[in-house]
């Protein structure tokens, strides 16, 4: 059952993602191309259908890591700007860390909440 959910929640986030260009995603993606390759040159089975699971698994990572770096390094860049010292970029640092925590948490919960949703008003 756990399976069924997860893959229902990447298909959902695949489906309604548009950062094909985002740092994140051009990264995974060319993984996914690089393994579609391999599979393809070895002569295996379901090489598309991996490919198309593949996109959307980076299509749904990347929905919260790229907004989520931008957001987050900007606020770095601006600390490291005006940090004072060592124990200033040190501060710096463990603020990015985190930001990054929260946000990537905040987004996954909204996602989470949003496709439930769906599942109960459909």
Same mark, same amino acid.
């Given at each position: ?5 997860? %893959?229902?929640? +990447?298909?959902? #986030?695949?489906?309604?993602? =548009? ?7 051009? +990264?995974?993606? /060319?993984?996914?191309? #690089? *393994?579609?390759?391999?599979? &393809?040159? $070895? ?7 991996? @490919? ?23 606020? #770095? /860049?601006?600390?490291?700007?005006? *940090?004072?010292? !060592?124990?200033?970029? $040190? ?14 948490? =905040?987004? !996954? $919960? @909204? %996602? @989470?909440?949003? $496709? +439930?949703?769906?599942? !109960? &008003?459909?």
């Amino acid at each position: 059952m756990k399976v069924v959910i997860v %893959l229902s929640v +990447v298909a959902l #986030l695949a489906c309604e993602s =548009t950062a094909d260009t985002s740092p994140c995603s051009q +990264v995974c993606n /060319a993984e996914c191309t #690089l *393994a579609a390759q391999r599979c &393809n040159s $070895f002569g295996l089975i379901n090489c598309d259908h991996r @490919y198309s699971v593949c996109v959307a698994s980076c299509a749904a990572a990347c929905q919260c890591a790229d907004p989520c770096a931008q957001t987050c390094g900007g606020n #770095l /860049a601006v600390c490291k700007g005006s *940090a004072k010292g !060592l124990i200033g970029s $040190f501060s710096c640092d463990v603020r990015f860390s985190d930001c990054e925590v929260d946000c990537k948490s =905040t987004c !996954l $919960f @909204y %996602l @989470y909440a949003g $496709f +439930v949703n769906s599942l !109960l &008003n459909p």
